[in-house]
């Protein structure tokens, strides 16, 4: 049974590896109507090329037109859209970003590169496993972002979390070690 497994893990990371293009790291530039100078906000280090599942909605990002342009294709759930939607951002351009358009947007730059802004606290996602290895994605959010449910610092290096609610007081929530009880797909959170 343990050779079976490591049969079946061996093949889904080849199969990974030569779907995979690469990354792409959209870095949230602010809320206004054009980039700021300094990251602000939520954003998100991609895998190129694979279905990966964002919010229970499953999607693919491709680069396209010589890689000058971020496709964004949405497959509903269970990665089942018939003719899914798609919509394409120019990459190293200043862009209103979102994946779906319900969701909310930031001002933000698409680039192929891999550095997240320096202490971003980052919910890190393993979307082949029910445990925290394998193939990852990333959302994160710039230190000291904040919105009227939540807020995010970095202090020394570890990440802290917190809730908030409508009369404005936040409660801190454990983000230490893997989270995979009660979630679609595990992740930890990191500094």
């Given amino acids: 049974m343990k050779i079976l497994y490591l049969i079946f893990t061996i093949l889904i990371l080849i199969n990974f590896t030569f779907a995979n293009d690469g990354f792409v790291l959209v870095t949230p530039m602010g809320t206004g109507e054009e980039c700021s100078s300094t990251p ?13 599942t964002i919010d229970y909605e499953c999607y693919q990002f491709d680069f396209v037109n010589s890689s000058t342009h971020l496709q964004v294709q949405y497959l509903g759930k269970n990665c089942t859209a018939e003719h899914p939607s798609v919509t394409i951002f120019p990459m190293n351009e200043c862009v209103d970003f979102k994946i779906k358009e319900d969701d909310l947007s930031f001002m933000s ?11 971003s606290i980052s919910y890190v996602y393993y979307y082949y496993s029910n445990f925290c290895s394998g193939p990852t994605y990333q959302l994160f959010f710039t230190n000291g972002y904040s919105n009227e449910y939540s807020k995010y610092q970095c202090v020394n290096g570890k990440p802290q979390v ?25 992740y930890r959170v990191e500094c």
């Avoid at 983000?175 to 797909?185: D, E, F, H, Q, R």
């Fill in 162 to 186: 917190f809730v908030c609610t409508d009369s404005g007081s936040c409660t801190p929530i454990d983000a230490s070690g893997c989270t995979n009880k009660n979630v679609p797909i595990p």
């Fill in 40 to 52: 602000y906000g939520e954003g998100y280090y991609l895998p190129t090329g694979t279905e990966i």
């Fill in 109 to 119: 730059i698409i680039t192929a590169n891999d550095v997240i802004p320096e202490q």
